[in-house]
């Protein structure tokens, strides 16, 4: 066999075993009641981000403050009530819903890569540089996360973008474990080697051989370290760490409406409700993922 | 008087899946008399496992359950006492050794630990007298005492095998299961544990149901043969009945297709096909699909035991008119 | 757990001491000593990263330039970084800790007095989470699908999606504002211990549980359990002596990573329910900028996690003998 002729095999081999195993996997997915829940909740979570000019104004509802319509009961004018400063609470989650998810999002893709360019270089390469890589990455797992986030904001200052780069680089050591087991796993396999043999670049093989095919944990990890990195953007941001006012963030409202849960405990309830059910969607979602991509750990 | 250790009738099991019902053992009959030994044979999937399982009450439920028929152990229904009641004949009545020895020791408690306490259970001794009784145990089945506190997985595939006949036989049981004892070992090993076990059921007196997919297993250690394929009994006898006067084509189907000793130039025929679906058994013969001999009424109707001595029948239509059929023994 | 405490200590004592055990742990220990001097180089270099001038800032508005740069000169900051961190290890290995910048304390005194209250609390909610989750774990995998399992599973997953700060504040409004049986905050006696404690420990309490539950599951499919099984072992004994073991193996290195959500989430509690611990006093340092103050709560909560971890460690090589082999 050619080399060419022995590449397109590999390809075609890698495509369908590829596309049949997405198929089984959502088949899998669609069975859990729990998963297709998750879906739901973080589809209306998305909805929400997307329309929020549509449903609210900004500028009116969600920033101005109005000190003869504060601390309002929930009701039909505003529906979660108004905070201490006379904002809508509604809208301010609405808007809170772009942060949170955003924030997330962003901050979990630079943990994945930079820590998966970790993982895969120590996966891939081993011996002395896969030695280097997991020493210093047992420094960065020596800080608990949310410590070693806090840490890097308390040094950078606090803003959106430090934030993000705190929640970031604590959640590297993760990343790069499980994208370098991923790799250990399909490193050996036979289309690796065959893809060695024709004489394909290291840097080729990693990204459209060795990763495409150890996906599935990493898709599940990413799932599950988005719900934690909208968690940490609210503590920090309720630490005063994170996201400042008045920009509404989920976690900043709940530290601005402490001081009146005595009377008006919505104030709270509200953007933690918002918090909880965003993350237990991702939560949901991650666990039918896990289940649905590993059957046999049912 | 016969004196019988372990008597089924008629037992019924089946798993119960997301995916179907697996009929895995189809109504069988067994008898084991006092100090024989019963092979139990067949493939892969046949239900060997099952009914072993069923006798110490252990098939995982669910899926498992046992729909219908009698296990009677030493006079004992076991069908009909309770868990607890169960729980002091496990062991002690009747133990039994698993197929694969390199997960079938607790990993995290040492080996002597694990031989002693299945005596401190069913004896009255104290915590000394059971460490002394587990020490004996293992020199027995030829393990020095000294190696008590070790961990299995200090220890070889063979030792490990060594360490559970020790459990298994630490309370002098009446009936040993010993579902494929030699399967996972290397050929030189198995020789050594089973000579071992042999010898040990002797001095024991014990009774033993060795379940195995190997013949050679079974000409040198059992007394009677059960035959049994998709959850059924086809052909049972006593050694010489099986060996010389081979009655189902499925028995002979498995002479036919291991080697030879006498006549080494025999061509190997394996059998053809694969064993019928067990979530969807066919009506009649569940071999005739792969059978040479299969008639018309082998689609259709289910064959009865017919008996061609005390001890040996076998279940199939070619003799139901005539009991002097002769299987051409593959030669065609 | 207390069992195996006792147990666990006598391992340590009679049995194996100058053996494997020991060995295993002063390995560990050496382990740990490169480990813990990159951490602290790393949040040394992390802090050092703040924008702004300390120097100015120690000495308010009306500081002259002149003293500015002496103080930076005496303060050292004007050396390279690598020799400022050798001059902090070397201080901080006799117990120094260098001074606060907001109010001239001494950065150690001020942790050393603050550190029994966090170690109280923390202390307090994971035996909370081990004595609740283990237990429950157990039965669910037990019962697998029941309803007991199915509903614990449903609070468990909804327990580690709740922050602690919002569930404090939670349970301040119901317990404290309306039903007025535990103080909205402060340190005043085990009452005041309580809320925060169970704040801290439900996420953890959630965590364990699943992963109990799995590690669990996937323990009683194995042969060995038949084995135990058919000897006669009873359902209970089963459980407890066969599965119980293997099972908390993987559980327990989960119980040492929760133990680092947990010391995070005690900065958010002791926020929230304003307790006096090294939580509380790192957000309100980094609000004064007070580094040296920053830094010490950091290196002594990684130190707590790390010594947590080896603890871990070593309750693992007990539980595991395939681990002590290796140090025979
Ligand atoms: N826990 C279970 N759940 C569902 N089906 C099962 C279960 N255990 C066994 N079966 C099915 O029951 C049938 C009989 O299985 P059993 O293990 O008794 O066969 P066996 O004769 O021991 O085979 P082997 O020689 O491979 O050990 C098989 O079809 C098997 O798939
Ligand atoms: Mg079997």
């Given at each position: 066999m050619n080399a060419d002729v022995l590449e397109i095999k590999t390809e075609q081999l890698l495509k369908t075993k590829k596309r049949s195993q997405l198929f089984d996997v959502w088949l899998r997915l669609k069975k859990s009641k729990a998963a297709i829940a998750g879906l739901l909740l973080i589809g209306i979570f998305i909805f929400m981000a997307i329309l929020a000019p549509v449903l609210v104004s900004y500028e009116d509802d969600a920033l101005k403050m109005n000190v003869r319509v504060r601390?309002?009961?929930?009701?039909?004018?505003?529906?979660?009530?108004?905070?201490?400063?006379?904002?809508?609470?509604?809208?301010?989650?609405?808007?809170?819903?772009?942060?949170?998810?955003?924030?997330?999002?962003?901050?979990?893709?630079?943990?994945?890569?930079?820590?998966?360019?970790?993982?895969?270089?120590?996966g891939y390469y081993g011996g002395k540089i896969d030695n280097i890589i997991m020493r210093f990455l047992d420094v960065l797992l020596a800080v608990p996360a949310v410590l070693l986030a806090i840490t890097i904001v308390a040094a950078l200052g606090a803003s959106m973008l430090n934030l993000m780069i705190a929640v970031g680089v604590s959640n590297i050591p993760g990343f790069a474990r499980v994208v370098r087991a991923a790799v250990l796993s399909v490193k050996d396999q036979e289309f690796i080697e065959a893809a060695k043999a024709i004489g394909a670049k290291d840097h080729t093989i990693i990204l459209r051989h060795v990763l495409p095919n150890s996906m599935a944990p990493i898709i599940v990890f990413a799932t599950l370290k988005v719900a934690t990195a909208i968690m940490a953007?609210?503590?920090?941001?309720?630490?005063?760490?994170?996201?400042?006012?008045?920009?509404?963030?989920?976690?900043?409202?709940?530290?601005?409406?402490?001081?009146?849960?005595?009377?008006?405990?919505?104030?709270?309830l509200y953007p933690g409700m918002a918090i909880v059910l965003t993350v237990l969607s991702l939560n949901l979602i991650g666990d039918g993922l896990r289940d649905a991509l590993d059957p046999k750990l049912k | 008087m016969r004196n019988k250790v372990l008597e089924i009738?008629?037992?019924?099991?089946?798993?119960?899946?997301?995916?179907?019902?697996?009929?895995?053992?189809?109504?069988?009959?067994?008898?084991?008399?006092?100090?024989?030994?019963?092979?139990?044979?067949?493939?892969?999937?046949?239900?060997?496992t099952t009914t072993a399982m069923s006798i110490l009450r252990l098939i995982p439920d669910p899926p498992g359950e046992i729909i219908s028929g009698d296990i009677i152990l030493d006079n004992i229904k076991l069908l009909e006492i309770s868990e607890n009641e169960m729980e002091t004949i496990r062991g002690r009545l009747v133990s039994m050794i698993f197929q694969d020895p390199m997960t079938a020791l607790n990993p995290s408690i040492c080996v002597g630990e694990q031989i002693s306490e299945a005596i401190s259970i069913h004896q009255d001794v104290t915590k000394e007298g059971a460490k002394e009784k587990a020490r004996e145990m293992l020199e027995i089945v030829g393990i020095p005492g000294s190696r008590m506190e070790e961990y299995p997985h200090q220890f070889s595939g063979g030792m490990k095998q060594r360490v559970i006949i020790a459990i298994a036989l630490s309370c002098s049981p009446k009936l040993l299961i010993a579902d494929e004892p030699t399967t996972a070992l290397d050929v030189t090993i198995q020789a050594q544990?089973?000579?071992?076990?042999?010898?040990?059921?002797?001095?024991?007196?014990?009774?033993?149901?060795?379940?195995?997919?190997?013949?050679?297993?079974?000409?040198?250690?059992?007394?009677?043969?059960?035959?049994?394929?998709?959850?059924?009994?086809?052909?049972?006898?006593?050694?010489?009945?099986?060996?010389?006067?081979?009655?189902?084509?499925?028995?002979?189907?498995?002479?036919?297709?291991?080697?030879?000793?006498?006549?080494?130039?025999?061509?190997?025929?394996?059998?053809?096909?694969?064993?019928?679906?067990?979530?969807?058994?066919?009506?009649?013969?569940?071999?005739?699909?792969?059978?040479?001999?299969?008639?018309?009424?082998?689609?259709?109707?289910?064959?009865?035991?017919?008996?061609?001595?005390?001890?040996?029948?076998?279940?199939?239509?070619?003799?139901?008119?005539?009991?002097?059929?002769?299987?051409?023994?593959?030669?065609? | 757990?207390?069992?195996?405490?006792?147990?666990?200590?006598?391992?340590?004592?009679?049995?194996?001491?100058?053996?494997?055990?020991?060995?295993?742990?002063?390995?560990?220990?050496?382990?740990?000593?490169?480990?813990?001097?990159?951490?602290?180089?790393?949040?040394?270099?992390?802090?050092?990263?703040?924008?702004?001038?300390?120097?100015?800032?120690?000495?308010?508005?009306?500081?002259?330039?002149?003293?500015?740069?002496?103080?930076?000169?005496?303060?050292?900051?004007?050396?390279?970084?690598?020799?400022?961190?050798?001059?902090?290890?070397?201080?901080?290995?006799?117990?120094?800790?260098?001074?606060?910048?907001?109010?001239?304390?001494?950065?150690?005194?001020?942790?050393?007095?603050?550190?029994?209250?966090?170690?109280?609390?923390?202390?307090?909610?994971?035996?909370?989470?081990?004595?609740?989750?283990?237990?429950?774990?157990?039965?669910?995998a037990t019962k697998q699908y029941s309803i007991f399992d199915n509903l614990g599973m449903i609070l468990a997953l909804i327990g580690i999606s709740m922050p602690s700060f919002w569930i404090g504040l939670i349970l301040i409004i119901a317990f404290s504002l309306n039903l007025g049986w535990f103080p909205s905050g402060g340190m005043s006696g085990v009452m005041s211990l309580i809320l925060p404690a169970f704040t801290l420990a439900i996420a953890s309490t959630a965590s364990i549980t699943r992963t109990t539950r799995s590690s669990m599951l996937e323990v009683i499919r194995q042969d060995y359990i038949n084995t135990a099984k058919a000897k006669g072992v009873s359902k209970n004994k089963v459980i407890t002596k066969h599965a119980l073991r293997n099972a908390l193996i993987p559980a327990i290195t989960v119980i040492g990573l929760e133990f680092g959500v947990l010391l995070g989430g005690a900065v958010l509690t002791e926020t929230?329910?304003?307790?006096?611990?090294?939580?509380?006093?790192?957000?309100?340092?980094?609000?004064?900028?007070?580094?040296?103050?920053?830094?010490?709560?950091?290196?002594?909560?990684?130190?707590s996690f790390s010594i947590v971890n080896l603890l871990i460690d070593i309750l693992y090589a007990y539980l595991d003998p395939r681990i002590k082999e290796n140090y025979k």
């Open positions: 601390l309002q009961t929930p009701g039909s004018d505003h529906w979660f009530g108004t905070d201490e400063l006379g904002r809508d609470i509604f809208a301010r989650i609405v808007y809170g819903t772009r942060i949170s998810l955003f924030v997330g999002i962003i901050s979990v893709s630079i943990a994945l890569t930079l820590g998966g360019t970790l993982g895969a270089i120590a953007t609210a503590s920090l941001s309720f630490l005063g760490l994170g996201i400042q006012p008045p920009t509404p963030e989920w976690g900043s409202m709940l530290a601005g409406g402490r001081s009146y849960i005595r009377d008006h405990m919505y104030i709270v | 009738k008629n037992l019924k099991i089946r798993y119960v899946t997301d995916d179907g019902i697996v009929e895995a053992v189809n109504g069988i009959d067994m008898l084991i008399e006092k100090g024989r030994t019963l092979g139990l044979v067949g493939e892969t999937g046949a239900g060997k544990v089973l000579e071992l076990m042999k010898e040990l059921k002797e001095k024991l007196e014990m009774s033993m149901l060795m379940i195995t997919h190997d013949l050679g297993v079974v000409a040198e250690v059992c007394d009677d043969v059960a035959i049994m394929y998709a959850g059924r009994i086809v052909e049972q006898g006593n050694l010489e009945e099986i060996f010389k006067y081979t009655k189902h084509p499925y028995t002979e189907g498995l002479f036919n297709s291991i080697p030879n000793i006498d006549d080494r130039k025999a061509e190997l025929i394996p059998i053809r096909g694969l064993m019928s679906d067990p979530y969807n058994l066919p009506d009649g013969c569940s071999f005739c699909d792969r059978c040479d001999y299969a008639l018309d009424i082998c689609q259709t109707e289910k064959p009865k035991k017919i008996y061609f001595s005390g001890t040996h029948f076998s279940e199939c239509h070619l003799y139901s008119g005539n009991s002097d059929f002769q299987l051409n023994c593959g030669k065609k | 757990m207390y069992h195996f405490l006792i147990k666990f200590i006598a391992v340590i004592k009679y049995e194996q001491i100058g053996g494997t055990v020991l060995k295993y742990i002063i390995r560990r220990l050496l382990l740990l000593l490169p480990v813990m001097l990159g951490v602290i180089f790393l949040v040394f270099f992390i802090i050092s990263l703040t924008p702004g001038n300390v120097a100015s800032m120690i000495l308010g508005d009306g500081a002259t330039d002149e003293r500015i740069v002496e103080l930076r000169e005496e303060m050292g900051l004007n050396d390279p970084l690598i020799i400022q961190y050798g001059r902090y290890m070397g201080s901080l290995l006799r117990g120094d800790m260098g001074v606060s910048y907001a109010d001239g304390r001494s950065v150690a005194g001020e942790i050393g007095q603050r550190f029994p209250n966090t170690f109280k609390l923390t202390i307090t909610a994971i035996i909370l989470s081990v004595l609740i989750s283990i237990p429950i774990g157990v039965i669910s929230v329910f304003s307790w006096p611990g090294i939580g509380r006093l790192m957000v309100q340092s980094i609000q004064r900028k007070d580094t040296p103050m920053v830094l010490g709560c950091i290196i002594v909560f990684t130190l």
